[in-house]
């Protein structure tokens, strides 16, 4: 069975970004693979956090990622800090990797330009997610679009160390949805949507009334022409309400688009689109808010499972560079 591992940040809200471009996806994935998902809380980090709000981000998202579909009995959803192999692999890869690569990064660069405390954490972050990724044997990384370079960069760190130690680790692949890869902000169609963006009107929150999730697709940005085409280039709005709209409805954007010929139709179907498909996201949600105990226990059971498999990465990964062993 094919291993599967992704990661996402517990910062703010899940947006439709994250759900279209990578959760969704997850859910699906989990049912033929065997699937670690994790909330990468260290790399939160990276950038400045209020002090004590980490750990209740974290536990909300937890129960965000279970009401989208993450299925305990067969997948294994545990938090980063609760595994400290990640910490110690991302040390070996950070002396694998150059300092001229991790400068090449587009997250680096967007990020450190909106900041104005540059942590060196926020340079060497790529470093700390190929070690979530190669510490699980991983194959496959299901991601949105802007995580493909970093998935590249952890394949290349993974050849270089193999070739410098031996054989150690697994060479992983991303997997991009081939819809709503790159969902845009709705008011800001030349920017992804982002929870740093802090653009609330074009950003739709999972937890959104469908009220909001009504009026902010129906303010979306889209141009002054009125035909109905999926052009991402020259219609960046318009094709961005037709690939949340066959996402959502699981077709493709060209085809959808032939059956609209006006804006408002096309806002109005896919508003409709997005509150279906986020409805029992929602009911779901509620429940597992109730019972907070429920979730932390299964964050437990993950992070014990996902111990075994990172120690016996590392170890291998620690013996192969020939660092003298702690035991007889
Ligand atoms: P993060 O937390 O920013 O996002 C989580 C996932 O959501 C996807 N995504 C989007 N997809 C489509 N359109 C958008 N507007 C959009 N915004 C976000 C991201 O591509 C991602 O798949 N560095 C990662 C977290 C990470 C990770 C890992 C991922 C750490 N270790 C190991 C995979 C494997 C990040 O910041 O994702």
């Given at each position: 069975?094919?291993?599967v591992?992704?990661?996402?940040?517990?910062?703010?809200q899940?947006?439709?970004?994250n759900y279209?471009?990578?959760?969704?996806?997850w859910?699906?994935m989990q049912?033929?693979?065997?699937?670690?998902y994790c909330?990468?809380?260290?790399?939160?980090i990276?950038?400045?956090q209020?002090?004590?709000s980490i750990?209740?981000?974290t536990?909300?998202?937890?129960q965000?990622?279970l009401?989208a579909?993450?299925?305990?009995?067969?997948?294994t959803l545990?938090?980063?800090?609760?595994?400290r192999?990640h910490?110690?692999?991302?040390w070996?890869l950070?002396?694998?990797v150059?300092f001229g690569?991790l400068?090449?990064?587009a997250q680096?660069?967007d990020k450190?330009?909106r900041?104005?405390?540059?942590?060196?954490?926020?340079?060497?972050?790529?470093a700390l997610?190929?070690?979530d990724?190669?510490?699980?044997?991983t194959?496959?990384v299901?991601v949105?679009?802007?995580q493909r370079?970093?998935?590249?960069?952890?394949?290349?760190i993974?050849?270089?160390?193999?070739h410098?130690y031996?054989?150690?680790?697994?060479l992983?692949?991303?997997v991009?949805?081939?819809?709503?890869?790159r969902?845009?902000d709705?008011?800001r169609p030349?920017?992804?949507?982002?929870?740093?963006?802090n653009?609330?009107?074009?950003?739709i929150?999972?937890?959104?009334?469908p009220t909001?999730i009504?009026?902010?697709?129906?303010s979306?940005v889209t141009d002054?022409?009125?035909?109905?085409r999926?052009?991402?280039?020259n219609?960046?709005g318009?094709s961005?309400l037709?690939s949340?709209?066959?996402?959502a409805?699981?077709?493709?954007?060209?085809?959808?688009?032939?059956?609209?010929h006006q804006y408002g139709?096309?806002?109005?179907?896919t508003a409709d689109?997005?509150?279906?498909?986020?409805?029992?996201f929602?009911?779901?949600?509620?429940?597992?808010?109730?019972?907070?105990?429920?979730t932390?226990?299964l964050?437990?059971d993950?992070?014990d499972k996902?111990?075994?498999?990172?120690a016996?990465t590392?170890?291998r990964?620690?013996?192969?560079i020939?660092?003298?062993?702690?035991?007889y």
């Amino acid at each position: 069975m094919q291993r599967v591992f992704s990661g996402i940040q517990p910062t703010g809200q899940l947006h439709l970004g994250n759900y279209l471009g990578a959760v969704h996806n997850w859910a699906k994935m989990q049912q033929h693979s065997d699937a670690f998902y994790c909330i990468v809380d260290l790399h939160s980090i990276t950038t400045p956090q209020k002090a004590g709000s980490i750990g209740r981000e974290t536990l909300r998202l937890a129960q965000m990622l279970l009401a989208a579909g993450l299925d305990p009995q067969v997948c294994t959803l545990f938090v980063q800090s609760h595994v400290r192999e990640h910490t110690e692999c991302a040390w070996l890869l950070e002396c694998t990797v150059s300092f001229g690569e991790l400068s090449r990064m587009a997250q680096f660069k967007d990020k450190s330009s909106r900041h104005e405390f540059i942590s060196a954490g926020l340079f060497t972050y790529p470093a700390l997610q190929a070690a979530d990724i190669l510490l699980y044997d991983t194959n496959v990384v299901p991601v949105g679009a802007d995580q493909r370079q970093h998935i590249e960069l952890t394949r290349d760190i993974a050849e270089r160390f193999n070739h410098r130690y031996g054989d150690t680790f697994v060479l992983p692949t991303a997997v991009v949805p081939a819809t709503a890869a790159r969902v845009m902000d709705l008011q800001r169609p030349s920017d992804k949507m982002s929870k740093s963006l802090n653009s609330p009107k074009g950003t739709i929150d999972l937890l959104d009334e469908p009220t909001h999730i009504r009026k902010k697709i129906r303010s979306a940005v889209t141009d002054n022409e009125s035909d109905v085409r999926f052009d991402v280039a020259n219609k960046p709005g318009v094709s961005n309400l037709l690939s949340i709209l066959a996402a959502a409805t699981d077709r493709d954007p060209n085809t959808v688009a032939t059956q609209y010929h006006q804006y408002g139709a096309l806002k109005d179907d896919t508003a409709d689109a997005v509150i279906a498909l986020l409805a029992p996201f929602q009911a779901r949600f509620s429940e597992l808010e109730a019972d907070p105990a429920q979730t932390s226990r299964l964050l437990q059971d993950g992070a014990d499972k996902a111990r075994e498999l990172a120690a016996s990465t590392l170890r291998r990964a620690k013996t192969n560079i020939g660092f003298l062993s702690d035991t007889y």
